[in-house]
């Protein structure tokens, strides 16, 4: 009997998501967009995308999302199945999950209850610094408010929740289950809701207790309100670690964002990051979004195809495969922005990370805040803006949040994706792609900083060779700069000496 060529293997994922409508929120963040891109591309004969987007900056939601649908994410989807396609499978639904009801007119309200039948509740502000009480209203409230929808909805076979694997920190090696939230989700949502903001202001670091920001705790929150709906609904929670740039497809190194390393990567190519107050041999769980993807699209096949309903918690995680620590980004993002540097470097790319405190803050005045001052100066004595320092006071600032994690250290369970993919056939495997066994990691950061130069930063291939001319130039003034200063240092020391023996003589 000759093997079955993988072709004419079924796709039961795609089969799953046949005919079926499905609301998804946060369909105009990073983690969304990717999303639709894969329903529109790879599961054409699903029903309608219904996305709840809210207006944003004047702009109403469905210029908000031509706009998402004229980003280069899009290309190939449109190649291959055309706008008009698009235009039919995906409708906007105008509302807000930070707002009671979610901002839902009565008419929009009645079509969701009617026709979905999957719910990805992805909307989250992912600022770490938010407002405690504007993180509780759209994190904590708006994830009370969709399952209070979901409810309603008549012909729904899964509510899907996007959680972090990073919000439940007092856990060092966090398990493929449901914890304790830090607080009562219903009394917290009240509290703000009726206080002020400058009062929720005042309180929040006693509400917050040990965790670090208000992003994690409102996130925390969110989970133990799912995990109460379980009992009414078929409601799973997934965790996906720090989601950073696409790997495989359909864009690889696409990102539209610089969080997590690829704003590492970019800050230090620039030169403007010379120094870190991190454990080196530490290292963080990294999730490429289109994996991340594939994994929902498994566990949601999971949940309702094989109908294991004995897993209702998923950690969409790396670190069992791969161990990146902080010191290997650095290293890696040397040499390749060594290779494929970036436009305007004002430092060449070097620094280290620190573990002593005091010398960090040493070297963030003297690589950091002088040089900023110093190029400040001389920008507004040539008629232009400063913006050195402003820039320095922001990095700092994401230090903060960046120090608390890069000096700490979590392991995550990851059973059951692994379970996932041993229900998968082979096209699936391919076609869902859950693991990484055949991950370049130089080539996938040379990608993601090929990638951030083009849609981040505007910097096309073509500006390339005068970038690595300006690189070589800035090479010599890192050589020259570090001669002076060590010159000076040793002559300092030297006059010292000089100094005591002359006054040990007198």
């Known amino acids: 009997m000759e093997p079955t060529k993988i072709e004419e293997l079924p796709d039961r994922v795609a089969d799953m998501f046949e005919g079926q409508n499905i609301l998804?929120?946060?369909?105009?963040?990073?983690?969304?967009?990717?999303?639709?891109?894969?329903?529109?591309?790879?599961?054409?004969?699903?029903?309608?995308?219904?996305?709840?987007?809210?207006?944003?900056?004047?702009?109403?939601?469905?210029?908000?999302?031509?706009?998402?649908?004229?980003?280069?994410?899009?290309?190939?989807?449109?190649?291959?199945?055309?706008?008009?396609?698009?235009?039919?499978?995906?409708?906007?639904?105008?509302?807000?999950?930070?707002?009671?009801?979610?901002?839902?007119?009565v008419e929009d309200r009645q079509i969701l209850c009617e026709k979905?039948?999957?719910?990805?509740?992805?909307?989250?502000?992912?600022?770490?610094?938010?407002?405690?009480?504007?993180?509780?209203?759209?994190?904590?409230?708006?994830?009370?408010?969709?399952?209070?929808?979901?409810?309603?909805?008549?012909?729904?076979?899964?509510f899907a929740h996007i959680s972090t694997a990073y919000c439940h920190l007092e856990e060092k090696i966090l398990g493929e289950k449901p914890y304790p939230p830090p607080a009562d989700p219903?009394?917290?949502?009240?509290?703000?809701?009726?206080?002020?903001?400058?009062?929720?202001?005042?309180?929040?670091?006693?509400?917050?207790?040990?965790?670090?920001?208000?992003?994690?705790f409102t996130k925390a929150l969110s989970e133990g309100l799912v995990e109460e709906a379980m009992k009414e609904l078929p409601a799973i929670i997934l965790r996906p670690s720090i989601v950073i740039p696409i790997w495989k497809e359909p864009l690889p190194g696409w990102t539209d964002n610089i969080n997590g390393p690829t704003g590492l990567l970019i800050g230090a190519g620039k030169g403007v990051i010379?120094?870190?107050?991190?454990?080196?041999?530490?290292?963080?769980?990294?999730?490429?979004?289109?994996?991340?993807?594939?994994?929902?699209?498994?566990?949601?096949?999971?949940?309702?195809y094989c109908k294991d309903e004995s897993r209702r918690v998923y950690n969409l995680t790396s670190s069992h495969q791969f161990k990146v620590s902080w010191s290997e980004i650095l290293d890696r993002g040397r040499r390749i922005t060594e290779k494929v540097?970036?436009?305007?470097?004002?430092?060449?790319?070097?620094?280290?990370?620190?573990?002593?405190?005091?010398?960090?803050?040493?070297?963030?005045?003297?690589?950091?805040?002088?040089?900023?001052?110093?190029?400040?100066?001389?920008?507004?004595?040539?008629?232009?803006?400063?913006?050195?320092?402003?820039?320095?006071?922001?990095?700092?600032?994401?230090?903060?949040?960046?120090?608390?994690y890069a000096n700490r250290q979590w392991d995550f369970k990851n059973d059951n994706i692994d379970i996932i993919r041993s229900k998968f056939n082979?096209?699936?495997?391919?076609?869902?792609?859950?693991?990484?066994?055949?991950?370049?990691?130089?080539?996938?950061?040379?990608?993601?900083i090929r990638a951030a130069r083009i849609y981040i930063l505007n910097e096309p291939p073509e500006t390339l060779p005068a970038a690595r001319r300006h690189m070589r130039?800035?090479?010599?003034?890192?050589?020259?700069?570090?001669?002076?200063?060590?010159?000076?240092?040793?002559?300092?020391?030297?006059?010292?000496?000089e100094g005591f023996k002359a006054i040990l003589k007198n």
């Open 274 to 304: 010379r120094t870190m107050l991190c454990d080196e041999r530490g290292y963080a769980d990294y999730l490429p979004v289109d994996i991340a993807i594939n994994a929902i699209f498994g566990c949601s096949w999971n949940y309702i």
């Open 24 to 105: 998804i929120t946060g369909g105009t963040g990073f983690l969304g967009k990717v999303m639709i891109e894969k329903f529109l591309r790879c599961i054409p004969n699903v029903g309608k995308l219904y996305l709840l987007v809210r207006a944003k900056k004047g702009k109403d939601p469905k210029l908000r999302l031509e706009e998402i649908f004229n980003s280069p994410l899009f290309e190939k989807v449109k190649e291959l199945r055309g706008l008009p396609f698009i235009c039919e499978k995906v409708h906007v639904i105008n509302g807000d999950v930070s707002l009671l009801d979610l901002g839902l007119s």
């Open 341 to 404: 540097p970036l436009n305007g470097v004002l430092w060449y790319p070097g620094g280290s990370m620190k573990k002593s405190k005091l010398m960090h803050n040493i070297c963030v005045l003297l690589f950091h805040m002088l040089p900023a001052y110093f190029i400040d100066t001389i920008l507004f004595f040539t008629g232009h803006k400063p913006i050195m320092c402003r820039i320095h006071r922001r990095i700092q600032k994401g230090f903060e949040v960046f120090e608390y």
């Open 186 to 216: 219903h009394k917290i949502i009240k509290c703000v809701e009726w206080m002020d903001d400058d009062v929720v202001e005042a309180m929040t670091s006693k509400i917050l207790g040990n965790l670090p920001n208000t992003y994690a």
């Open 473 to 497: 130039v800035m090479y010599w003034v890192d050589v020259f700069t570090k001669i002076i200063f060590f010159g000076l240092i040793i002559y300092t020391l030297f006059s010292w000496t």
């Open 116 to 158: 979905i039948n999957i719910v990805y509740h992805a909307a989250a502000t992912i600022r770490f610094d938010e407002p405690l009480k504007r993180a509780v209203l759209l994190n904590t409230r708006g994830t009370k408010n969709m399952l209070d929808l979901a409810k309603q909805m008549k012909h729904l076979v899964l």
């Open 426 to 448: 082979d096209l699936e495997r391919k076609n869902y792609k859950v693991d990484g066994e055949d991950m370049d990691m130089d080539a996938y950061f040379e990608a993601c």
